[in-house]
C-alpha cells in the first residue's frame, strides 16, 4: 500500500514564502510523476504543478515564475517551493502520485492534504 504524505503548510502573510514536502513511502514498483494539487472552499480541486521521473516540470499559469517544484527520486520525495504568495493562494494542497504499485496496476494516490493560509 502507498501513503503519501504532506508536510509544510501554516499561515504566511501576502509576499511571504513556504515550502510544502510530500514523502511516498509503502509498497510500489515505480513512480510515473508526482503532482501538487489545491482546492479552495467552493471551488474544485485543481492542478498546480507536477513533475515527472525524467524531471519535466508542468506549472498552472497563475503560479508561473512564483512556484518551483522539485523531486528526489532516490528519497521518493517531492517539494513546492512558494515564493510571493498570494491570498488567492490559500487552500488546502495535496500532494498526488502517479504510481505503479505492480507492474500491472497504476494509480492516482493521494495525500491527506495540508492547509496555506495567505492572510495578513
Known amino acids: 500500500q502507498v501513503e503519501l504524505v504532506e508536510s509544510g503548510g501554516g499561515l504566511v502573510q501576502p509576499g511571504g514564502s513556504l515550502t510544502l514536502s510530500c514523502a511516498v513511502s509503502?509498497?510500489?514498483?515505480?513512480?510515473?510523476?508526482l503532482g501538487w494539487y489545491r482546492q479552495a472552499p467552493g471551488n474544485q480541486r485543481e492542478l498546480v504543478a507536477s513533475?515527472?521521473?525524467?524531471?519535466?516540470?508542468n506549472y498552472a499559469d497563475s503560479v508561473k515564475g512564483r512556484f518551483a517544484i522539485s523531486r528526489d527520486n532516490a528519497a521518493n520525495t517531492m517539494s513546492l517551493q512558494m515564493n510571493v504568495l498570494k491570498p488567492e493562494d490559500t487552500a488546502v494542497y495535496y500532494c498526488?502520485?502517479?504510481?505503479?504499485?505492480?507492474?500491472?496496476?497504476?494509480?492516482?494516490?493521494w495525500g491527506q492534504g495540508t492547509q496555506v493560509t495567505v492572510s495578513s
Open positions: 509503502g509498497s510500489f514498483f515505480q513512480i510515473v510523476s
Open positions: 498526488q502520485g502517479r504510481i505503479y504499485s505492480t507492474p500491472y496496476q497504476f494509480d492516482h494516490d
Open positions: 513533475i515527472n521521473s525524467g524531471h519535466a516540470t
